[in-house]
């Protein structure tokens, strides 16, 4: 099983779920963002709107994706 972990390294680990569970959350605000510009639109308000919708969709998850691959290894070296 081994060791128990001290404090500083529960704090750690809590603060990694914690940072893991608020990218969850801000990447489903980025797609609940795009749904709510896109939907209920008329065909023409959304040939103006989707492209804009899904290119700050697609940055949104860029970002994000960047920082959960800088959590990975602060993850790893805890």
Do not use: C, N
């Amino acid at each position: 099983m081994g060791r128990p972990m001290s404090a500083d390294e529960e704090r750690r680990v809590t603060g990694q779920r914690e940072a893991h569970e608020l990218l969850l959350i801000e990447e489903a605000d980025a797609w609940f963002e795009y749904l709510e510009a896109t939907r209920g639109q008329s065909v023409l308000r959304y040939k103006e709107v989707e492209p804009w919708a899904w290119a700050r969709l697609s940055q949104r998850l860029r970002a994000i994706r960047t920082r959960r691959a800088k959590l990975k290894p602060a993850a790893e070296a805890a």
